[in-house]
């Protein structure tokens, strides 16, 4: 009596195949979808990063032209300041100066926020020694959330 020769099938079957494909499916998809909000949070970070230094930057500024006092806010200036060209024109009193920085730094805001507002609001001394106070703040738009970051510098008055 012969027995019927068993042969081993080797291979997968269809239905193991497409579990296989499912199953990696899913794993690529979580994959893609940490990828994209790993982009939009270092891209948040970015944006974040460039506002502290643009704060920082009028700050400077500020501290480096102390004279102008009250020139720095924007508030002065119904039609935005504009610039004066005084990083070649060595004569500029010292509210010009100021104009153009504050129209030079609106430019750089323009370019590097999306849907920026910049302000800066000045506070005079309320009395003699005291500091005057410059409140810089921006303000953008980012998907579908509105952010902001502020300063205050304090500085005492320069006497002409």
């Known amino acids: ?45 970015m944006i974040r990063t460039q506002a502290v230094n643009l704060v920082s930057d009028m700050g400077d500024r500020i501290r480096a032209n102390g004279r102008a006092r009250g020139a720095y806010a924007t508030a002065v200036y119904s039609g935005g300041p504009v610039e ?21 730094w609106i430019t750089s805001v323009d370019a590097t926020l999306p849907s920026p507002v910049a302000t800066v609001a000045y506070t005079a001394a309320a009395a003699t020694g005291l500091p005057d106070q410059f409140q810089i703040s921006l303000t953008w738009q980012e998907a579908s959330e509105a952010f902001s970051y502020q300063t205050s510098t304090f500085l005492i008055p320069v006497t002409p």
Do not use: K, W
């Not at 499916?25 to 909000?37: Q, R």
């Not at 060209?85 to 004569?91: E, I, K, Q, S, T």
């Open 1 to 45: 009596m012969t027995t019927p020769h068993r042969t081993r099938q080797r291979g997968f079957t269809m239905v193991e195949s497409l579990v296989a494909l499912v199953v990696l499916s899913v794993g690529l998809l979580g994959i893609a979808g940490l990828y994209v909000t790993s982009l939009r949070t270092g891209r948040t970070a």
């Open 84 to 104: 004066h060209d005084c990083v070649v024109n060595a004569n500029c009193t010292a509210a010009e100066l100021a104009e153009d920085d504050l129209a030079r």
